[in-house]
C-alpha cells in the first residue's frame, strides 16, 4: 500500500480520529493487526470509517514499523488528501474571535504544538506567510494532535496586509516581544476579537509587524533562559484572552 501522489499519511490514533471528525477527506485507513479494536479511540475511528464508508486494512507491525519508525504510529495511520489552506477572504470575525498570526514559524514540532494550543483555546484561523514557514507537514498533523483538522489555516504573501485587513475589521491585534513594556495579563480582552502574532524561533515578530500592533506584550520571565518556546508562549497568552472571555459569557 502505498500513497498516491500528494496524498498525505496521517499518522497516530488521535490524529486519525480528528480527522475523521472533521470530515476531512479520507481514503484509507491502516490498523496493525492484531491490536484491540474494543479501545476507545480505535473503536470511534471504526465507526466513522463504517459510517462514511471509508477501506480499512490491516498490516502487521513490521509494516508501520518500517514506514513509521520515527513516528509513534500507535498502529493506525490513514491515508488522505492533501492539506488544504484556506483562501483568506473565507475568514469571519465574531465579536468572541482568537485570531492567531505566526511570523515564519520554521519547526514542524513548534508548529504542531501551538496549532494544538490554539484550537484547545478555541482559536479557529491561524494566519501563516507563504515564504520561510513551515508548511502543514505530516509531523505537524501528528504533533497537533490531529488540531489542524479543526482549524483554518490561511496561508498569506504579505502578512502586513492580512494585519491591515484585520485592523479594517475592527480585530486588535498583539503583538509579542521579549522587550515589550506591556505585561499580556495587563491587557482586557473581553468584548472585541483580537488577533496574537508570535514569532520566529531566531529572531521573533518582525520590528515592521510590531509597529502595526496596538498592543505589544511579554510574558514575565524569573528565569535565566532568555525565552520560551513559541508554542508554550502561544499557549499562554492565548488562554489568558480565553479565560477572560470565558468569565465575560462570549461563549454561548
Ligand atoms: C524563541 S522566541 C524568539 C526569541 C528571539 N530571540 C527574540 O528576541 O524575540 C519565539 C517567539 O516566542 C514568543 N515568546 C517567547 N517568550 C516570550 C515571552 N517571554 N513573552 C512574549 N512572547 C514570548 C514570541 O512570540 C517570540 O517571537
Redesign the pocket.
Known sequence: MDKIKNEYFIIGRNPVLEALRAHYPIRLVIIQEGIDLKENILNAILTHTRKNEIQVLFREKNWFDRRFKIMNHQGVIAVGAPYEYKDISELKIKKNSLILILDRIQDPQNLGAIVRAAECAGVKDIIIQERESCEVTETVMSISSGAVFHVNIYKVSNLAQAISELKENRVWIVG???N?KDL?FEIDYKNHPFAFI????????RKGLLKECDYV???P?RGRV?????SV?TGIILFKAFEEKLKNGEYK
Do not use: C, H, P, R
Open positions: 509579542t516581544d521579549l515589550a499580556y508570535m514569532g520566529n524561533e531566531g529572531d521573533g515578530v506584550v511579554k510574558i520571565m532568555n525565552s520560551l518556546n513559541v508562549a
